[in-house]
């Protein structure tokens, strides 16, 4: 049987990674012509009730252990005028250990036979043979054919309309990131805001964020309510004038932290928020599945990247306890997905006062035992 995943991001990866450690070949697409193609995004929280498991599952516990961001599971909570509201020291005993995207999808990857992952396939067209297996198109012509394929290629997954009719639609609310780079000598009032963790600012409607990564730099995440064509209207490539567009949001806040939006060393880069409706499932058809964002997108809520990593260990698993059965192993995988996902889809902090985020923060996650 041919297992054909489309994606190599954490959860395609740890589906491949798992499949590996039981003896079982997957081949992954992915759209992306090397791993070097595009940064992966800043810091993950890596949850003991998910990412960890999945991490277990994959074998690699002793290898994230040595991508630990000392020190990132700090937080701070400030008001717009710059006063703490919350100061979490942190510890990796708190359950959510820092680590960065990046490193953690490199760390899969090493982990891979050479060879699993084909780089420079973007799937355009996924056509159903009959008898439970697939045909996947790919930009360029090429195509491959599926006995059992696995739609991991997130929010505008090409796999998913086979299964589901729903689509990804905006929550009302988009991020804006850039970088301040050496931000302790460059940046110093900035960085004394952010502490040695991650900032939370919220205000209605609004929020300025940031976290730290390694050699000294600050990502900001800018967080506005507005409609798709308020963005539009900015042009994001001239840097200054599109920081001041945003900064005008945020009139009358503490300079240290508007600073994270003036004073970038990168561009701005947008990041309009969708989502799967809260309760996404489907019927089950023969020989295919999803995971991750492909199955169940939801706005950032720090639960994302741990559950696709926890669904690609579970579907993996599935697949290696029902051998020769794959329509056992998805109808099992799918029973434990479809709850999972919609209880953490409610948890959404995105638009949260202080006090609500406080109290975000303070309460144990769903299924953690802390």
């Known amino acids: 049987m041919s297992i054909t995943i489309i994606g190599a991001g954490l959860g395609g ?6 499949l590996h450690r039981h003896g079982i070949a997957a081949a992954v697409y992915e759209a992306e012509p090397s791993p070097e193609t595009r940064a992966q995004g800043g810091l993950l929280d890596i949850h003991d009730h998910n990412g960890r498991l999945a991490l277990a599952a994959a074998g690699l ?22 006063t703490v509201r919350l100061d979490h020291t942190g510890a990796e005993t708190d359950g959510r250990p820092e680590v960065e995207r990046g490193a953690l999808r490199a760390m899969l990857l090493d982990a891979l036979p050479e060879g699993t992952v084909h780089w420079g396939h973007k799937a355009t067209a996924v056509t159903a043979l009959g008898d439970g297996r697939y045909e996947v198109r790919f930009a360029g012509g090429t195509t491959v054919t599926a006995d059992l394929l696995i739609g991991a290629d997130g929010a505008w997954s090409r796999v998913r309309p086979l299964l589901s009719p729903a689509t990804p639609a905006y929550v009302g609310r988009s991020i804006v990131e850039t970088c301040l780079l050496d931000a302790d000598t460059r940046h110093p009032a900035a960085a004394a805001a952010v502490g040695g963790g ?14 730290r990564e390694r050699g000294g730099t600050l990502h900001t995440y800018v967080t506005l309510a507005k409609p798709l064509d308020w963005f539009d209207a900015i042009d994001f490539t001239d840097r200054a004038a599109a920081a001041a567009r945003l900064v005008q949001e945020f009139d009358g806040w503490a300079p240290e932290l508007t600073a994270l939006i003036t004073d970038g060393d990168t561009p701005l880069v947008l990041r309009p928020l969708h989502r799967l409706p809260i309760g996404h499932r489907w019927d089950r058809r ?10 169940h997108l ?6 994302g990247a741990n559950l696709a990593m926890l669904d ?10 029902h051998p020769g059965d794959s329509e056992a192993a998805l109808t099992a995988y799918e029973r434990e997905l479809f709850p999972r996902a919609a209880a953490v889809a409610e948890d959404d902090a995105g638009d949260a006062s202080a006090e609500e985020l406080i109290d975000f923060f303070t309460r144990p996650a769903p299924g953690s035992r802390r």
């Open 13 to 18: 990866l740890v589906l491949a990674r798992v």
């Open 298 to 303: 939801a706005p950032s809520n720090g639960e």
């Open 61 to 82: 516990t002793e290898q994230f252990r040595a991508l630990i961001l000392a020190g990132g599971q700090q937080y701070r909570v400030l008001g717009p005028d710059g």
């Open 286 to 295: 023969p020989g295919v599945s999803l995971l991750g964002d492909a199955a």
């Open 198 to 211: 991650s900032l939370f600012a919220p205000a209605p409607g609004k929020r300025i964020g940031a976290h």
């Open 312 to 321: 690609g260990a579970g579907l993996a698993q599935a697949l290696a306890a």
